[in-house]
């Protein structure tokens, strides 16, 4: 049981660098369309 968490969190933190890295990669107009603003990207990412 202990190891499946550890297992979770890690794949919780790769789905976390993942969010970030693709909404990193779109330009401010892409943001903007989404209605998202680059100092929001670490908060919608840490929120999925």
Known sequence: ???S???AQIRA???YRAA???LS???DRELDDLGIRRF???RIA???
Request: hydrophobic content about 45%.
């Open 25 to 27: 990669r779109l330009s």
């Open 5 to 7: 968490q550890i297992l």
């Open 13 to 15: 933190y790769f789905r």
């Open 20 to 22: 970030v890295t693709e």
């Open 1 to 3: 049981m202990f190891m």
């Open 46 to 48: 840490r929120r999925r």
């Open 40 to 42: 929001q990207i670490d």
